[in-house]
């Protein structure tokens, strides 16, 4: 299993930044990665779900979410699990720290097959380490722009 993790100090308090992140419907406003998103013009709830349209390293997909854990404003996380094998979960963990909150995105993936495992070893993973990386400079970005911070 490969595991991304990417982590911010933003200058918004952790409600702010859970509602925003945690809103699929806003997504491809920050995360260069999604395409398009049905469902989830609200912060989801545990057990809700809705469905991504992605290019990731460069490979088109969908993909349907769930979201398995959500304690806000510290913790959120969904899962999402293909037909073709490959499974990825995203957790969001926001911890409240001087002047905003200190928001770190994980991602854990398995790739489908030892093919694409192999690819993504030379290949893929450097790049989505990068799109990882923008997401977060992109929340921290969009956030801080709306409004002064609000700690």
Known sequence: MTRIVSSATIHRAPEDVFD???????????????????????????????????VVAGRRGVCDWIVTRRERPALWEIESRRSSGGSAT???????????????????????????????????????????????????GALEAAQPAAV
């Open 90 to 140: 995203i957790t969001y963990e926001l911890v409240p720290s001087a002047g905003g909150t200190r928001f770190t995105r994980t991602l854990q993936y398995r790739m489908p097959n030892a093919v694409l495992s192999l690819l993504d070893a030379l290949v893929f993973r450097r790049r989505i380490e990068r799109e990882s990386a923008t997401a977060v400079d992109n929340v921290r």
């Open 20 to 54: 925003y992140v945690t809103t699929p419907a806003k997504w491809k406003e920050w995360h260069p990665s999604t395409m398009r998103v049905d469902g989830g013009t609200h912060p989801l709830e545990a057990g809700e779900t809705c469905t991504e349209e992605f």
